[in-house]
């Protein structure tokens, strides 16, 4: 089993994508002996593009799947919710699943891994210290909370109280 780690994120109908986008990735991944657990949800603003601010988490699942098939399984769930893969990078966004992690590899084929922003974008980085925080990044070496401690940009970022619908494989992370 490897462990696979996502971002997820939307600008559009936020909580309606957000939530469908965690229950996509439950019902395809997780069992009860492989639960699909996540960060709380964090509200930031748009990098990159003037826009509506986005909701954001981290999750993570263990899995026997191969990185091109969850890759491709993460863009049918974003066809599926109306994400335009078309539009430019930095723009408004129903739904964006990303892959950031897929154990400790270290690849730029079938996708580059780990995800470049995750030493960058705070929405990325502080849910996923939340979540993993003795884990250590498979490049820089150093823990997600050591990164999150060091962390120096800008971006403004806050947790907001957030439910999602009863999942029975969901393990939520309740950090007050």
Not at 1 to 21: E, L, P, Q
Not at 93 to 103: E, G, P, Q, S, V
Not at 150 to 170: C, H, K, M, N, R
Request: net charge negative.
């Amino acid at each position: 089993m490897s462990k696979v780690w996502f971002g997820i994120g939307s600008n559009r109908d936020r909580a309606h994508y957000i939530r469908a986008g965690v229950t996509a990735l439950h019902d395809q991944f997780a069992s009860a002996q492989t639960p699909l657990h996540i960060s709380r949800v964090f509200e930031s603003e748009a990098v990159g593009f003037v826009g509506s601010a986005f909701y954001n988490l981290v999750a993570w699942v263990e899995t026997t799947e191969p990185i091109a098939n969850i890759a491709a399984y993460c863009k049918a769930i974003e066809r599926a919710h109306g994400h335009d893969s078309t539009k430019p990078r930095f723009s408004p966004r129903t739904l964006d699943i990303d892959i950031l992690l897929y154990d400790d590899c270290i690849s730029s084929n079938p996708i580059q891994l780990p995800r470049a922003e995750i030493l960058t974008n705070a929405f990325v980085l502080w849910p996923l210290a939340e979540l993993s925080p003795t884990v250590r990044h498979p490049v820089v070496g150093k823990t997600y909370a050591e990164l999150w401690q060091a962390y120096t940009g800008q971006q403004q970022l806050v947790p907001i109280p957030f439910e999602f619908d009863s999942l029975p494989y969901l393990v939520s992370t309740s950090i007050a």
